[in-house]
């Protein structure tokens, strides 16, 4: 971040008056450029004993298997914004069952909602992804997941699912654990 | 949003390539300026039979009343924003016991998260809070209350308190529930 998006000013990175922490601040027109983290919000659609995979056709991760998920649009709810990249990744629509993966990945400004649901009907491969499938429990491709929070996600799942109950879970994935996930390399 | 932050070129208004929503673009650098939803992170401080509240020192709502929340930052997770903040507006500690209200603000792109908390030993007024207080339930001040998704997390609470049960409340709050809040002036 360089220049002032309002009046396009050359931009100083400061504490402004009365704040704690370093901003982005025109000191020409005076606006502050706050940075938040995002809403990366998706499903789990369950159909059966099977659950949907995507296979990402983009990048980051392309070639490996996904959840349907995604950035959250300003103008929409969570829920809408689960079942959008639901249907946007796998052409599928679902019916949400409720929050069940609540993951914070600080190192990188996100935060997953990630909502079990209900496959209804059929799916094809969206634009984002090169293939979409479904997979019981034993046929995962746990060695060609994209994101630790889609493996955190199963994981909780196929363990919850032992014994019927479905708690929210919330975590955070670490730097540590995005390291060990991705390797170091 | 006028300019590019990257470059300063001037900003256009466009569907880019592949995507299905107008975006601000950069026509120089090609950089696509995204915009999403906030997070707003917060809690319902219980201590006993009494509820932690804060009359805010700032607009907007200033004099109002409102649990401790406020805008997540990049680099913390939801649970460390909601205590930050809890601490900054209400010089207060507390455990957190789990999310309680989840609650969209499509209209104005916000996400409101508010933990069920413990109060931890004292509390004070911080510099965006005029006075802070505990509260029975008949005491609450519902029609000086600063915004809707604080007053739909208390009618939560008490009415979970009468059987003992917190369960997590996903709601949104629409245009027509904050014209009735606000009054349409």
């Not at 059966?48 to 929409?76: D, F, Q």
Request: aromatic share 10%; hydrophobic share 35%; net charge negative.
């Amino acid at each position: 971040m360089n220049f002032c998006s309002h009046c396009g000013h050359t931009l100083c990175f400061a504490i402004p008056d009365g704040d704690d922490r370093p901003r982005y601040l025109c000191e020409s027109c005076g606006t502050i450029h706050y940075q938040n983290p995002r809403i990366v919000a998706g499903t789990l659609p369950v159909s059966g004993s099977r659950v949907l995979l995507c296979r990402r056709a983009i990048s980051p991760r392309k070639g490996y298997w996904t959840l349907p998920a995604g950035y959250m649009e300003n103008a929409e709810t969570t829920q809408q914004a689960a079942a959008r990249e639901t249907r946007e990744e796998a052409c599928a629509e679902v019916t949400l069952r409720g929050l069940y993966t609540l993951i914070d990945l600080p190192h990188i400004n996100q935060v997953y909602m990630m909502f079990r649901a209900d496959l209804l009907g059929g799916f094809d491969a969206g634009v984002e992804s090169l293939e979409v499938a479904l997979f019981e429990e034993h046929e995962v491709p746990w060695d060609e997941l994209a994101f630790p929070t889609i493996e955190r996600t199963l994981q909780h799942f196929f363990a919850d699912r032992r014994h019927g109950e479905f708690p929210l879970h919330i975590s955070a994935v670490t730097l540590e654990d995005r390291e060990r996930y991705f390797g170091s390399a």
